[in-house]
């Protein structure tokens, strides 16, 4: 396979890294309604090594605004609730002794404003990022001295679609995001 495919594959690959990336942070940001992503992540010392919850329980939402947590080892319950704790997420956790349930706040305006804020500016920075990967494909590709001035044009062309692309799909991300936050 020649450089020049290699360097688009890659180019593509990892532009849409980005973006799933970008898509990953996005579901991390709270809306007022409750979503296992938002304690996914949380790492809990589990017998000395850091895990993620989502390893050591079950975690489910059985209503909009609530996430039930239900730890694999009914032990850990208390360093799940510790977890939590620590994490500062914008709720308490309530642990019953077998389960732990998060009551999700509902956002003010003012929050919800300044969430999508937020989300605008990590749109802004994954874009940062796609344009950046567009100008290392484009070095990549201008330092194989053997590609003729106008096919070197045309893979220019091809590498900036794909930056279109990945950027189009943050924008998309970003405003359905801004729905999501915005709508009560």
Excluded at 104 to 124: D, F, N, S
């Amino acid at each position: 396979m020649e450089l020049d495919n290699i360097v688009l594959m890659d180019c593509e690959e990892r532009m849409d890294k980005s973006v799933a990336n970008f898509a990953d942070q996005l579901n991390k940001v709270k809306t007022g309604r409750a979503s296992a992503s938002l304690v996914r992540d949380v790492e809990i010392d589990y017998w000395g090594s850091p895990t993620p919850l989502y390893q050591v329980a079950n975690i489910s939402t059985p209503e909009a605004s609530q996430i039930l947590i239900k730890p694999y080892d009914k032990g850990q319950l208390k360093e799940i609730e510790r977890a939590i704790i620590n994490a500062d997420l914008g709720f308490t956790p309530l642990n019953d002794g077998t389960v732990i349930r998060c009551n999700i706040p509902q956002l003010t305006g003012e929050t919800r404003k300044k969430l999508v804020k937020e989300c605008y500016k990590m749109a802004e920075d994954a874009k940062v990022a796609v344009r950046n990967i567009r100008r290392d494909a484009i070095a990549e590709l201008k330092k194989d001295k053997s590609i003729p001035e106008d096919t070197l044009k045309g893979y220019e062309e091809d590498v900036q679609k794909l930056t279109d692309k990945a950027t189009k799909k943050i924008d998309e991300l970003a405003r359905a995001k801004e729905v999501d936050l915005t709508t009560i």
